[in-house]
């Protein structure tokens, strides 16, 4: 991979990250960066709020990457702002484009070093986002590059939302940036938190970023566009039901069974699949929605005739969907993927015992952007 210079970030540590703030938090933090002119009462007049609207449509509406741009604010407000705070947590440090032109993973650094990925692939009619939710991972599934490195640390709020944005602003640029197959200007259409880490596991940051990215007054996107894939931490689907937002959710199960499921996601050990299969129940009873279970086919392990009918058997009665995803290869792994003939047999015998199933599409393999696959420690 081709490494672009890290350009210094622009934000020191005394700068207040404007993507980590709520609406209010945004209010207080502009209210306090200067003199404001004195009412009669001897109080400081607040900054209008429609001069708040304003940096947040620069932000979420216009994806604006520096104060400069935002050219309805007067300079002054510009300057100080350009002064006192950041508006670009991450940083692109790499950039590649799959062959076909259809999916780009880029690479970005933090302001303390660590580094996440973010992949965009494109479909007939979607442009979907892949994020993380973490640099690193803790929960150690056996398949997944991601797990080899550990957990580095959360990502905050601010550092999800912004993955967002420099793809919605790569879409909404003509001729900016590598090239894809894609007639821009154009948007993000769907958004899953698919990438480096277990949302769940970050339940406070990601649910402020997703609340961020479906605000009305934030980048606007409908929730049930947004999908939450997790390995199953039991009590944070129970937590996620009560959210009352459409968001999609996608559990990553990959076994019928817990000794089998166990070898592959530790995570098993300790919530069982019986246990959480009758949390996915709880959270369908309660939110009337279509859960997608993924199951990565690993040859000679989890693909045989028997475990289709076991896993059939298990959903048989959940209002769900299996998403079958060919193990990407990673390295230092004895996983090999299923061949595409027995992918089809497991996926029939499914559709035959009445579990609605499907073969994911594989993306940007030869740029290492598949599922499983983004571990940034080898690149950077
Ligand atoms: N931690 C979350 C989300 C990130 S992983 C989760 O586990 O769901 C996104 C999906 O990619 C999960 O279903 C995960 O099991 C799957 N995955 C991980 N490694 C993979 C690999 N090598 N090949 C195919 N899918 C993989």
């Given at each position: 991979?081709?490494?672009?210079?890290?350009?210094?970030?622009?934000?020191?540590?005394?700068?207040?990250?404007?993507?980590?703030?709520s609406p209010q938090e945004l209010t207080d933090f502009v209210n306090a960066?200067?003199?404001?002119?004195?009412?009669?009462?001897?109080?400081?007049a607040g900054v209008p709020t429609y001069r708040i609207r304003q940096i947040q449509e620069w932000i979420y509406k216009?994806?604006?990457?520096?104060?400069?741009?935002?050219?309805?604010?007067?300079?002054?407000?510009r300057d100080s702002l350009?002064?006192?705070?950041t508006l670009t947590p991450l940083q692109p440090v790499t950039q590649r484009v799959s062959k076909a032109g259809d999916t780009q993973k880029v690479l970005f650094q933090m302001p303390d070093g660590e580094t996440v990925e973010a992949v965009l692939m494109l479909y007939d009619r979607r442009r979907t986002l892949c994020i993380s939710s973490q640099a690193g991972c803790a929960m150690g599934c056996t398949f997944c590059a991601t797990a080899q490195g550990g957990l580095r640390r959360n990502l905050t709020a601010g550092e999800i939302v912004?993955?967002?944005?420099?793809?919605?602003?790569?879409?909404?640029?003509?001729g900016e940036g590598p090239k894809m197959r894609v007639k821009r200007p154009t948007t993000v259409t769907n958004i899953v938190l698919m990438g480096m880490g277990e949302p769940m596991h970050n339940y406070d940051n990601v649910w402020t970023a997703i609340r961020r990215l479906t605000a009305a007054d934030g980048f606007g996107l409908g929730a049930r566009h947004i999908t939450l894939s997790t390995v199953g931490l039991i009590p944070m689907i129970d937590r996620m039901s009560d959210e009352g937002l459409q968001v999609n959710l996608a559990v990553s199960l990959h076994a019928p069974n817990n000794p089998l499921r166990s070898k592959l996601v530790?995570?098993?050990?300790?919530?069982?699949?019986?246990?959480?299969?009758?949390?996915?129940?709880?959270?369908?009873?309660?939110?009337?929605?279509?859960?997608?279970?993924?199951?990565a086919l690993m040859r000679g392990t989890n693909d045989s005739p028997a475990?289709?009918?076991?896993?059939?058997?298990?959903?048989?009665?959940?209002?769900?969907?299996?998403?079958?995803?060919?193990?990407?290869?990673?390295?230092?792994?004895?996983?090999?993927?299923?061949?595409?003939?027995?992918?089809?047999r497991f996926a029939e015998i499914l559709q035959k015992g009445g579990i609605s199933a499907t073969v994911r599409i594989r993306r940007g393999i030869e740029i290492d952007a598949g599922c499983g696959q983004l571990r940034n420690a080898a690149e950077a």
């Open positions: 991979m081709k490494t672009i210079p890290l350009t210094p970030p622009d934000n020191s540590p005394i700068s207040r990250s404007l993507l980590d703030c960066l200067g003199p404001r002119p004195k009412r009669a009462n001897g109080k400081a216009k994806y604006a990457r520096s104060f400069e741009e935002m050219t309805n604010l007067p300079q002054a407000l350009a002064a006192k705070a912004a993955q967002v944005l420099f793809f919605a602003r790569y879409l909404s640029e003509a530790p995570l098993s050990r300790r919530y069982p699949v019986d246990d959480l299969l009758a949390s996915v129940r709880r959270y369908i009873a309660k939110t009337n929605r279509r859960v997608t279970f993924e199951y475990l289709a009918e076991d896993l059939a058997d298990k959903l048989r009665g959940i209002l769900c969907h299996v998403n079958l995803i060919p193990l990407n290869p990673i390295p230092d792994s004895s996983f090999q993927p299923t061949s595409d003939r027995d992918t089809q």
